[in-house]
């Protein structure tokens, strides 16, 4: 039975290989510290971060997420450790929350490998904190226990590290948060809330849920990654809106500023059931459940498609995550077997030594074999669910190649998502799961048009590959416009010295852009001065609720700034009204499409680190750069390619001249 533990409350550990997790609802930073009898950090070797993930038997996260996994091994701990205290901090420097008392209250549990809780905690009645120290797992005469703890810091990441006994905390906190904000500027972002029936409706025929379960079981089993009771991320429904000042009142009303917080889980939330999903065909008994397109809770069809790929994509980082978990504790086993072994000076000489290894590797073949055997069960019913769920995907969220582009037609409201790429790992480089983006878009991207973005692009003429940048960046400016109402999605283009001609001669043949390439000097101050002064405009609408005030003429729909080869043409004032928009734009719907070479811009030195980290990188080809916000795994972006000699991205640039004109705008 789960021990649910109040703030200083304890309860025995019956084993001592763990998982903690935490579930936060707004990334935070994990980290935990180890000290000795009198809880004393003898110095940074004893403490486990994200610049620094792993110790003797314990390993934490390398990336802020909402959702986090702690591995323990309190066996495994170094000589005269008795406690691990887990501490949990909100990043800063993101735009995120700056105060626990502004966010979900965090959930930890602990829990067995076997994903069995143990213990856990809600940390409720946090305020100003920016850093809690969340429970601590001590030893009292041979006997392990965890205790709850809930003790907030208001000073942050340095204070906690302070009270901990740690020698120059603030550099150690800076230390740690640099490294969070690399870490975010290459993680994919988190999905929405989960509900409590999970991000799809699995069907009680057979083995229908066909979520990643760990290797088979082991005398010494490894660690297992998969969680099927915490799955994918279902949320609660939230009607479209049209953008705007209206739309994004609201938001300066939220918790961050100051109204009422609900310290409910946001797992142990009920929402208002969703409609129906699809119903698979019948399966065969002892068989798999066929599966559906649609196969997830959601108010409509799109919906459950953006939850079902979300869960596909869970489902696949968490597979990879167990079978790569059980060939790593295979290889520790044999490590370990020889090591007992040959300790023995005795078996050193004649056949006993020969045989020992061959009887290691046996059982390290053995284990691995099981956990392929596993993992490509799994992969295969992943894959048997991409082969349905691609062809059923609206063209928001489906391929250049998707015949649903040739039928488009320009929607009357926004889709809740848009893909802008493909994600797969080396176990299975054909799964391609779809990396889909919410819209409004919550933060820009950054098109990587350096050589040393990449491997590939390494091997690349220089030219070649800032053309086919700028082409990535168009295709998806091309794919926004087509699927934005008409008249509520504006692309300005700042090309300083008109390099970008060939590539932006779609949109221009179009005639959809809001105006010419802005080129030279002039050009680009006069596009920065229009957007800079329209979320200034906006700004002070929404906070004054005074929608009505903005002038007539200001075009209230969502606008995307491309900028392609910056520096180039940038002053000192560009650069910062360029870092305003990327700051204090998407919040008023003007979001940023750079495309450029970040070694280029080192100039201006340390000045543009927060434009970079506010922005989502992706390449012109493909590279292993983008992190998943479950396990971290290095993900293969391919960016969304047009078929050789189609014509798809021209008939869809004229299908949205066409909807404007028929609209009047």
């Given amino acids: ?54 110790l003797p038997g314990l390993e934490v996260s390398q990336q802020a997420a909402a959702d986090h996994r702690l591995a323990v091994d309190l066996e495994a701990l170094p000589p005269g450790a008795h406690r691990v205290t887990v501490l949990l901090a909100l990043p800063v420097g993101v735009g995120g929350p700056v105060r626990f008392g502004a966010v979900p209250a965090p959930f930890v549990a602990v829990t067995g490998l076997e994903g069995t809780e143990i ?84 069907h009680a025929t057979g083995s229908a849920d066909h979520r990643p379960t760990a290797p088979p079981p082991a005398p010494e089993p490894p660690e297992p990654l998969s969680d099927p009771a915490a799955t994918g991320p279902a949320h609660t429904a939230q009607p479209h809106t049209a953008p705007g000042p209206a739309a994004a009142a609201p938001s300066a009303a939220g918790p961050s500023a100051g109204g009422p917080i609900n310290y409910a889980h946001p797992r142990r939330q009920h929402a208002a059931p969703p409609s129906p999903p699809p119903t698979a065909p019948p399966a065969q008994p002892g068989q798999p459940a066929q599966p559906v397109a649609g196969d997830a ?48 000076p005795r078996n050193r000489i004649g056949g006993a030594g020969d045989r020992a290894r061959e009887e290691a590797r046996a059982k390290r073949d053995e284990l691995a074999s099981r956990a392929r055997e596993a993992l490509d069960r799994d992969l295969a019913q992943l894959a048997a669910e991409a082969a349905v769920v691609e062809p059923a995907l609206p063209a928001a969220y489906a391929g250049w190649g998707n015949p649903v582009w040739h039928a488009h037609r320009i929607p009357m409201e926004i889709p809740m998502a848009l893909r802008i790429g493909d994600l797969h790992l080396p176990e ?36 070649r590959l800032r053309r ?40 221009v043949e179009a005639g959809v852009l809001a105006g010419p390439p802005a080129a030279g000097p002039g050009g680009v101050a006069s596009v920065l001065a229009h ?37 180039h043409g940038f002053d000192d004032r560009a650069v910062t009204q360029l870092r305003y928009l990327a700051d204090e734009g998407p919040a008023v719907g003007v979001h940023l499409l750079m495309v450029a070479d970040r070694e280029e811009a080192s100039a201006y030195g340390p000045i543009l680190d927060p434009l970079w980290r506010s922005l989502l990188r992706i390449t012109p080809v493909a590279d292993s750069h983008l992190a998943d916000p479950w396990v971290g795994h290095a993900w293969t972006y391919e960016p969304p390619a047009i078929p050789p000699g189609s014509r798809v ?17």
């Fill in 1 to 54: 039975m789960t021990a649910e533990l109040v703030r200083g409350q304890n309860h025995t550990l019956p084993q001592t290989r763990l998982e903690i997790r935490v579930s936060a609802g707004t990334p935070v930073v994990a980290g935990a510290t180890l000290g000795d009898e009198r809880g004393t950090v003898r110095g940074i070797e004893w403490i486990a971060h994200p610049g620094s993930p792993q």
């Fill in 649 to 665: 991205l021209e008939q869809v640039l004229a299908a949205v001249a066409e909807a404007r004109r028929a609209a009047g705008r």
């Fill in 297 to 344: 809770t959601g108010w409509s069809m799109d919906e459950r498609l953006y939850n079902q790929i979300w869960g596909m994509f869970e489902d696949l980082a968490r597979a990879v995550a167990a079978y790569r978990s059980a060939v790593d504790f295979a290889e520790s086993r044999m490590d370990q077997e020889l090591d007992r072994t040959l300790s023995d």
């Fill in 468 to 507: 086919l940048a700028m082409e990535t960046a168009v295709a998806h400016a091309a794919r926004l416009l087509a699927v934005y109402p008409p008249g509520e999605f504006a692309v300005h283009v700042i090309d300083p010295a008109g390099s970008a001609a060939g590539p932006l001669a779609p949109l």
């Fill in 531 to 567: 957007l800079t002064q329209r979320v200034d405009l906006v700004q002070m609408a929404v906070r004054a609720r005074a929608a009505d005030s903005l002038p007539p003429d200001l075009d209230t729909g969502e606008q995307l700034l491309v900028v392609n080869d910056f520096p």
């Fill in 119 to 202: 213990a856990s905690f809600t940390l409720t009645d946090l305020d100003a904190e920016s850093a809690v120290s969340a429970l601590e797992l001590y030893r009292r005469q041979d006997v392990w226990k965890v205790r709850a703890v809930g003790q907030g810091y208001a000073g942050g990441l340095a204070a906690m590290l302070a009270d901990q006994g740690v020698r120059d905390p603030a550099a150690l906190a800076g230390t740690i948060q640099e490294a969070v904000t690399r870490g975010l500027a290459r993680s994919v972002a988190p999905p929405p809330p989960r509900t409590p029936e999970g991000d799809r409706v699995r």
């Fill in 428 to 463: 299975r480089t054909d799964l391609r799961i779809p990396l889909l983006v919410r819209l409004p878009l919550e933060r820009g991207i950054w098109v990587d048009s350096g050589r040393a973005a990449s491997e590939a692009a390494a091997l690349m003429d220089t030219d």
